[in-house]
């Protein structure tokens, strides 16, 4: 898989609606962003929780690091190509 960044590109995502489109309680938003920076390329993750117990339901689940090592395989795979 080769990743050619020309533009910048956004995914937003949610957990705001089940299956057939349904609100729902929702727990977050997340932004993940890919965008050519001098050389190489830019990558920014993003998550807004609704509340605050939200965020800290998020942190104690281990998000935070999952989320880290997912850009850190991300960075070893582009770098291979």
Known sequence: MLLEVTAGKR???TDAFRVGWIPQSA??????????EGEGT??????????REAYDQHKTMGFEQGWATMADQLAELAEAR
Request: glycine residues 4%.
């Open 11 to 13: 995914i937003v995502f």
């Open 27 to 36: 727990f977050m938003v997340g932004c993940l962003e890919i965008a050519p």
């Open 42 to 51: 830019r990558y920014t993750a993003t998550t807004w929780h609704w509340t």
